[in-house]
């Protein structure tokens, strides 16, 4: 009998099983696609020799993580690549405010007037970066505060709607720049903590950038694969599970899975009927014969570029797609150039580039002009460097990831007490009434992204259990 088997190779599962191999347990993953992966894939979407991701391209929270940083997954060809910005947010002016490694350059692309602002607001929290970065994606109680003091101060600022810490900022550069930081996990910018969201990113630049890794995001996943095998484990590809006796005997099953899908294989009935999933995504995948034409300089250099005129049309975008059944006309994009920094990733010369837009949940409709329109407000001439694209709905996204549920790349919202008690209010969210059962997907805390956290934290909940039996 295995001691754990985990269903899913995402980021997630595949951390949780690493982190109970570490440990001496036994332990299989069992993966419905014939790849590992999961959110972190690199495949040819477009044309032969143009590398894109399907879903997560840059990584400031894996880079940040943990739970990355404590495993050796730079033996096993994981390599991160900086750009020359971690992050752009052009203007229609033609002007451009940035997230650089320096908090003093990203303060002065904000204007003289909200530069002390910016500097005094994450510059007391930078210092103790790693600490509060552990204590705050570590939460609940899978571990104490290793610095009390500052989570707390931490709290004070960032509990609050994100809309509250903007009225600090005078001009709109700043206000639109730190709207766009929000919005990457698509809660509508009024909501509580989201003044978090948007200092965690911040923060994250500034400790150590957004990259990208070498190849792919699918390097990460097979890096943490191969250091599994190395461990002793065993992976399986093509593999559905419908129902845990499709399992091998094992001590514990843990789910790299969406809470209703967890709920229908294990049988857990309407355990987790008023978990609510968030707004879906419309993504397009682009081959390029050159790079992006932005107007403003700032861009063509970083690694990730926010697309949002300013931060009232970027908090339409995102009500629209929280409160609506249309999709946004002028949506907030996210945007990532990876082979500005990895020219590997295309044939000489050529380009893969990545956009997605925040649609209703399940939507069904085709957002490919409107993307591009707004693409091409701030990089005329786009639509005449494309040689191909890849374009995904709601329905599309969910049929490659079975985890994101109407299209939702959070695999789940994140907003009210959902953004913090997920997928129910518990203390133990990784447990399920079934002893044996636990889940670790980015429906648990501390939530989407790929830095398996939530496999981390969940695994921790899973060895202390095989430990009293």
Known sequence: ????????????????????????????????????????????????????????????????????????LERYGLQWLHPELPMAHPFPDGTAAVLSRSVGETAASFGARDAGTYRRLVERFLPR???????????????LPRDPVT?????????????????????EKAKTLFAGLVAHVMAPLGGF????????????????????????????SD??????????GTVHTDYEVKRLDDLPPARAYVFD????????IAGLGHHYANYRYGPGVFKIDYALDGPVPWTAEEPRGAGTVQIGADSAEIGAALDAASGTDRAPERPFLITVQPSVVDPGRAPAGRHVFWAYGHVP???????????????????????????????????????????YVGGDISSGAVNGLQLLLRPKLSLFPYSTPHPAVFICSSATPPGPGVHGMSGHNAAKAVWRRLRQT
């Open 151 to 171: 989570l707390a101060r931490f709290g004070l600022v960032g509990l609050p709607p994100s809309t509250w810490l903007m009225r600090r900022f005078r001009d």
């Open 257 to 264: 899975t969406s809470p209703t899908a967890l709920a229908r």
């Open 1 to 72: 009998m295995l001691d754990a088997v985990v269903v899913g190779a995402g980021p997630n599962g595949l951390t949780a099983a690493v982190e109970l191999a570490r440990r001496g347990f036994s332990v299989a993953v069992f993966e419905a696609r014939d790849t590992v992966g999961g959110g972190a894939r690199t495949e040819e979407l477009t044309l032969p020799g143009f590398r894109h991701d399907p879903c997560s391209a840059a990584h400031p929270l894996g880079i940040n993580s943990p739970a990355f940083r404590g495993l050796p």
């Open 361 to 403: 949940n399940g939507w069904t409709g085709d957002l490919t002009d409107a993307i591009e329109r707004q693409l091409e407000r701030f990089a005329p001439g786009f639509r005449d460097r494309v040689l191909a694209r890849a374009t995904a709905g709601p329905p599309e996204l969910a049929a490659r990831n079975a985890n």
């Open 223 to 232: 890096a943490l694969a191969a250091y599994l095998r190395d461990l002793g």
């Open 193 to 220: 903590a989201t003044g978090a969201i948007g200092l965690v990113f911040a923060l994250a630049a500034h400790a150590r950038g957004w990259p990208v890794a070498r190849g792919g995001s699918q390097s990460i």
């Open 129 to 143: 970066w790693d600490t509060l970065a552990r204590d705050f994606m570590s939460l609940p109680l899978t571990a």
